[in-house]
């Protein structure tokens, strides 16, 4: 069970509904009913062993949040709780049901609910054979030696050369982008992602197992040379959101450590796994669809990936501020 406060909401409530359901209890200390309904729910979580997760708010001490959802759900009386899942409220009930019935609105829910998981790593998109993805190299490299200049061309074949592990022919085709000034922001990440790579493939600390980089950080939390190669191990082999949770105890810790290469590392991750704005959706007559109306804002879905990525922007500002 975790309390929730304005400032914690998008971290311990957004951010896990992405991975498993998160049910918000919104209560108050001098409400009968809330004290009735408040045991249940922190059985329930215990019996269902992590399908949910329990998390309560104090109406009294967090009306911001408790009134917007309040009028989204049209709703007046507390106790009052709200599902969310991939980043969104998505059903609620109101007052101190009993548990079989809080157990029907559960089952409901888990059993559409899929965990989500982040596939952080950039990679050529679709996934396509291997035979195809060659092709496609093969006919950006074409395009990019007719028209040299051209620095989406670069980004895409640079970005397909390190995701399937050709890093001598990444570096040499990345070295004109790096060679301006200023370097553009997402070249700049391709390199940072690419120095990862190497640092795995040429030193002997990228073939350790985490368990001896975790058993050197017990000791020492400030061994900043072992988390940050800890944190490019993790970037090789896919993971990069628990990367970024290793830069961000570096930039907790020390922001200028290292020339300030954690930051630019989580940076670049961020910029790798920012989805591609989607276009705005429309409906039959061809104006935008209108999303939930939300404190004065139109609330469109989020993607998973970008609610994420969002997530750990707020994270890093917080860590630098």
């Given at each position: ?209 985490l368990a001896q980089f975790d ?54 991750l961020l910029e790798l796994m ?48």
């Amino acid at each position: 069970m975790i309390d929730i406060t304005l400032e914690n909401f998008e971290a311990e409530v957004l951010l896990p509904s992405m991975q498993a359901p998160v049910l918000l209890d919104i209560w108050a200390p001098w409400c009968g009913p809330c004290k009735q309904l408040g045991p249940v729910l922190e059985q329930l979580e215990t019996d269902y062993a992590g399908r949910f997760i329990l998390a309560k708010l104090d109406a009294d001490k967090v009306p911001q949040i408790a009134g917007q959802l309040s009028q989204m759900f049209g709703v007046r009386s507390i106790p009052f709780c709200v599902l969310f899942h991939e980043g969104q409220p998505v059903d609620g009930f109101v007052g101190a049901l009993a548990a079989a019935e809080v157990r029907e609105f559960l089952d409901r829910h888990l059993a559409a609910a899929k965990p989500v998981q982040a596939d952080a790593a950039p990679a050529l998109e679709p996934q396509l054979p291997e035979e195809d993805v060659q092709d496609a190299q093969h006919r950006l490299a074409d395009a990019l030696a007719a028209d040299p200049g051209n620095d989406d061309l670069r980004f895409d074949y640079v970005k397909g050369l390190i995701g399937s592990g050709q890093l001598n022919e990444a570096a040499a085709a990345l070295a004109p982008a790096m060679a301006q000034i200023p370097v553009e922001l997402r070249f700049d990440a391709l390199n940072q992602w690419l120095n990862a790579l190497e640092f795995v493939a040429n030193d002997p600390r990228g073939r350790w197992p985490l368990a001896q980089f975790d058993e050197l950080l017990a000791d020492n939390r400030r061994d900043f040379a072992t988390r940050f190669a800890k944190s490019r191990l993790l970037i090789a082999q896919g993971e990069w959101p628990l990367a970024l949770e290793e830069l961000l105890e570096i930039i907790q810790r020390d922001k200028k450590w290292d020339d300030e290469a954690p930051r630019k590392t989580y940076v670049a991750l961020l910029e790798l796994m920012t989805p591609p704005r989607p276009k705005p959706s429309t409906d039959a007559s061809g104006k935008a669809a209108p999303g939930i109306a939300l404190a004065g804002k139109t609330a469109q879905p989020e993607d998973p990936q970008a609610a994420l990525v969002s997530a750990y922007r707020r994270k890093l500002s917080m860590a630098l501020n």
